[in-house]
């Protein structure tokens, strides 16, 4: 299983970034995606995750900013970021967890880094 994520770049803050991110190979039943981030020196943090079912949470710092949409027939994952603030400025890791029988995995993207300028 393969995830590619794309869309990060530099932005001013205020600005607008979408990530997105696609899955590939043998996946299974995919029951959660999600973006985490980490910033210099930080540790990885949650941003925005979203269920099979389409439920949604987010980290208080991003709520109302960002969104996240997910399309599990597409086995894809995007985030649209609005308002970005140069606390946002991080590596982005698309994830996704995902059961092939009885057993439950967890895979990672390689990560996309957004900088936001201020």
């Known amino acids: 299983v393969q995830l590619q994520a794309s869309g990060g770049g530099l932005v001013q803050a205020g600005g607008s970034l979408r990530l997105s991110c696609a899955a590939s190979?043998?996946?299974?039943?995919?029951?959660?995606m999600a973006w985490y981030r980490q910033a210099p020196g930080k540790e990885r943090e949650l941003v925005a995750a979203?269920?099979?079912?389409?439920?949604?949470n987010y980290a208080d710092s991003v709520k109302g900013r960002f969104t996240i949409s997910g399309d599990n027939a597409k086995n894809t994952v995007s985030l649209q970021m609005e308002k970005l603030k140069s606390d946002d400025t991080a590596v982005y890791y698309c994830?996704?967890?995902?059961?092939?029988?009885?057993?439950?995995?967890?895979?990672w993207g390689s990560g996309t880094l957004v900088t936001v300028s201020s």
């Open positions: 979203i269920t099979s079912g389409g439920a949604t």
């Open positions: 994830y996704l967890g995902a059961s092939k029988s009885v057993w439950r995995s967890e895979y």
């Open positions: 190979g043998n996946i299974g039943t995919i029951d959660r």
